[in-house]
């Protein structure tokens, strides 16, 4: 925890300071593996943060990984509520989200670990409006309609504790562009997401600080009521005092109402670094993270 809020992670940088060159679901698909895993988080970060991967769905041979992401489910719901992002990656797009084999078996997988007790964070097709996406829904009228429809399908086809969490890149929607306002207005589905969510980076022209405080004002307007859920976490190590500046702000309750953020502890890709600088929780050369001493003694 840092104050109120719970904290997971993903985090490929504190997994390659222990030999671990993936963490991906299948990467991790090990006992020993996985252990390993969970020592590089908690020895970087202090505490025992919770879990979160990714999940690409209608690709070709997609249903093969049910089983690892089963065995990853439950090994991470000992560290806490896990979080999964589930990406539509395939050709079909938002098509796979269906009543397929496929699906009937992620919904198995749910309702095994609604029995057990566990509650997954679902992140629906995160990131969709960036214009990029494979899966993208900007300024598409049609893609959004499909998105909203498919978002009401899954809620309503998935057992409750599969919860969602909207998750949209605030860094775009800071930008304040009005495609980017609209495709956001247009593709909210008020009363099926147990948390507003959004991935955040502190980059050359956004602080997280300003960039979460409009963000936050923003979706207000669109829902009163339901609390938020930061998806992902990062920034350069130029910009860790703004980062520092943020959690702080979150563990002195500056948004109360603010429920759970997750690190993205690494790189994001060879194009960010080259053009943003090095990503990530730990400075070079070092072995734990600069934000270990913001962790409650008890995590």
Known sequence: MIGHVQVGAFAPESAGLYGIKNVSLAALDNEKTYALYRLAIR??????LSDMNYLGVGSVGWEHRMGIFRRWLFRASAYGDPTIAIEPTGPEQFGAFADTPEMRE?????????????????RFASECNLRKSVYSVYYNKLKIAQYRSKVRWFHAYMPANARLVFSPLVNTVALKQPQQLNTIRSMYEP????????????????????????????????????????????????????LL??????SKQTWPDVQRVNLFAGELNSRATTEQGRFGFVDEGQQTSYIMSLFSKND
């Open 191 to 242: 009363g099926v997401y147990a948390r507003i969510g959004g991935t955040l980076y502190a980059t050359q022209w956004i602080d997280p600080n300003k960039a979460f405080a409009w963000y936050h004002t923003f979706m207000r307007r669109l829902d009163a009521t339901t609390p938020f859920q930061i998806c992902e976490l990062g920034g350069t190590h130029s910009k860790k005092a703004q």
């Open 245 to 250: 500046e943020f959690l702080t702000k979150l």
């Open 106 to 122: 992620l919904r198995s997988i749910f309702r095994d670990a609604d029995i057990a007790g566990i509650i997954v964070w679902v």
């Open 43 to 48: 020895n970087t970060y202090g505490a025992e």
